[in-house]
Nanobody, 118 residues
Framework: QVQLVESGGGLVQPGGSLRLSCLAS????????VVWYRQAPGNPREWVAT?????????RYADPVKGRFTISRDIDRNTVYLFMTNLKREDTAVYYC??????????WGQGTQVTVSS
């Protein structure tokens, strides 16, 4: 599997913004779909956003984050981003990135904590 490292989480006030990063140890995002998930305390893990490799409209979002979150990728930096705006308390969770490579298999990052609070 490939190593994935999320970063960029932290404490932010409601209405604020954060940009999360998912850095890969190999040039994997250029050829694979990448997915962001999150898990809040006491809740199951839920899907947040997907960047589908090769798709004409590559981005998809879960309903709770539509219009507020943006997923993007920088192939040269082996990095996928999740830009979050107008953050709500309900967005508080640990955010994870995931990729499934044909040869390397499924890889998960360790997660980065996002806390939205006054």
């Amino acid at each position: 599997q490939v190593q994935l490292v999320e970063s960029g989480g932290g404490l932010v006030q409601p209405g604020g913004s954060l940009r999360l990063s998912c850095l890969a140890s190999a040039n994997i995002f250029s050829i694979n779909t990448v997915v962001w998930y999150r898990q809040a305390p006491g809740n199951p893990r839920e899907w947040v956003a997907t960047f589908t490799n090769g798709a004409p409209t590559p981005t998809r979002y879960a309903d709770p984050v539509k219009g507020r979150f943006t997923i993007s990728r920088d192939i040269d930096r082996n990095t996928v981003y999740l830009f979050m705006t107008n953050l709500k308390r309900e967005d508080t969770a640990v955010y994870y990135c995931k990729v499934n490579d044909r040869r390397l298999g499924v890889s998960w990052g360790q997660g980065t904590q996002v806390t939205v609070s006054s």
